[in-house]
């Protein structure tokens, strides 16, 4: 029969139609499965420049300005601590000048050692200050006045409070002479840097001398100097 060769003929046209397309198909999958490829390779470029932009914000200028204030502020409130915390010498307490004799209270009362008379000086007006030796005279039962000679300790400042109190201290001789000697029964006391004083009665009885005027080894101390 003739009819096979025609047959097979078409069969094998077919076949190839058939293999030509399965081809193609596949030629149009391996286009498609190569997209994806394309977009891989693209990513690493992506997150380098994310990278790169996450980078900058960090070191940006505007970020560290920023630190830098906030330090700076920080150091302008210190500085400022610091100012406020000098109190100079009346220990925060403000010193409206030199104490005046009006707005002192002064007692004298006899000292721990013989022949010494303790002065005391408490301030009853807004803080003030004092500094230096205060003048002292001493009047006897006769109606003599002499003064106290300054002792060789150097004065310093003493700042007083409202309500506050300092001494210093006159040295008087003792009299072991057995009689009764130069009878003292009145001390008058002049603050450092004031001209008005202030009369205290007290007893002392010290040793006949040859009438000098710096009187029988009678001294004063600065104010505020010495155990207080």
Known sequence: MHVQPKLT??????????LAGLTLT??????TDAAPSQDTASSPASENSAASSGSTGGNGSTGSTGGTAKDNGGNGDDSGDDSGSDKGSGGG???????QTANLTITAAHGMAEGDVLVSLKNNS???????????????SD?????????????????????ETTRFTLHTPP?????????IVS????????????T??????????????????????PVGYGKQ
Do not use: M, Y
């Open 9 to 18: 003929k078409k069969l094998t046209l077919a076949a190839v139609a058939v």
């Open 26 to 31: 596949a030629c149009q999958g391996s286009d």
């Open 93 to 99: 307490r403000i010193n409206t000048g030199p104490c």
């Open 126 to 140: 807004d803080a003030c200050s004092l500094k230096g030796f205060p003048g002292v005279d001493l009047n006897t």
């Open 143 to 163: 109606g003599d006045t002499f003064s106290a000679a300054r002792s060789a300790n150097t004065p310093q400042e003493v700042v007083l409070g409202g309500g």
């Open 175 to 183: 009299n072991n002479t057995g009689g009764t000697g130069l009878r």
């Open 187 to 198: 001390i008058v006391v002049t603050p450092p840097n004031e001209t008005h004083s202030k």
């Open 200 to 221: 205290l009665r007290i007893g002392l009885s010290l040793p006949v001398t040859d009438g000098s005027d710096s009187g029988p080894g009678v001294t004063v101390e």
